[in-house]
């Protein structure tokens, strides 16, 4: 497969952040939403109560809402390796355990224009009660590549939101890069969905 799932990982000592907030429309968004000029400015998230000597930041952070938070080092590089095709971009502040806004620019990239993907013959899992046309939990998941546009690096597949996909190029680019926060796994051999 050309596409690769991602996950957040969380070294010892680099922050949690709890869900995004002063975002209306969060809800609607995290369905795919376009916000484009209704993203509010003041949006922020809090680094995780629970866990108060995790202060580090990384490239990419894990938080509640399950949205791809990137450090500005990562939005840039995202924009140099012209990946953001089907993407919003929009700066997020995050507070550290003290309330007070680190200095580090972070940035929310929103996928939009989710493909629906999912070759659902070869794919085992439980649809959802609430929105049957996507998975609540997958065994066995399989993608239909051809349904999705060559020029697309980082999406959500229709079917399963719940993860963030990346094309394989990109994702060999992100591995030298050095970048910090995300694993990568082939689709065939994943498990923990």
């Not at 938080?63 to 919003?88: C, I």
């Not at 939009?112 to 999912?118: E, L, S, Y």
């Not at 959500?156 to 694993?183: C, H, N, Q, W």
Request: charged residues 25%; hydrophobic residues 40%; glycine residues 4%.
């Amino acid at each position: 497969m050309n596409s690769m799932i991602s996950r957040v990982t969380l070294p010892n000592g680099i922050c949690n952040l709890g869900a995004i907030q002063n975002v209306p429309d969060w809800a609607r968004m995290m369905g795919g939403a376009p916000q484009t000029g209704k993203f509010p400015a003041e949006a922020q998230f809090k680094m995780d109560p629970d866990r108060p000597k995790d202060v580090k930041l990384a490239d990419v952070i894990e938080n509640m809402t399950s949205f791809l938070v990137v450090s500005e080092r990562m939005r840039d590089f995202f924009v140099k390796e012209n990946a953001l095709k089907n993407n919003e971009v929009f700066e997020v502040a995050i507070l550290n355990h003290k309330g007070r806004r680190e200095q580090a620019k972070y940035f929310v990239i929103h996928q939009i224009n989710r493909p629906k993907c999912v070759d659902e013959a070869q794919t085992l899992g439980t649809k959802s009660a609430l929105a049957p046309d996507e998975y609540q939990a997958l065994s066995k998941l399989v993608l239909d590549e051809s349904k999705i546009d060559p020029e697309v690096a980082i999406f959500r597949p229709a079917e399963f939101p719940m993860r963030i996909f990346f094309k394989r190029d990109l994702v060999d680019k992100i591995v030298k890069s050095g970048m910090t926060g995300l694993k990568f796994y082939e689709i065939e051999s994943y498990t923990a969905f």
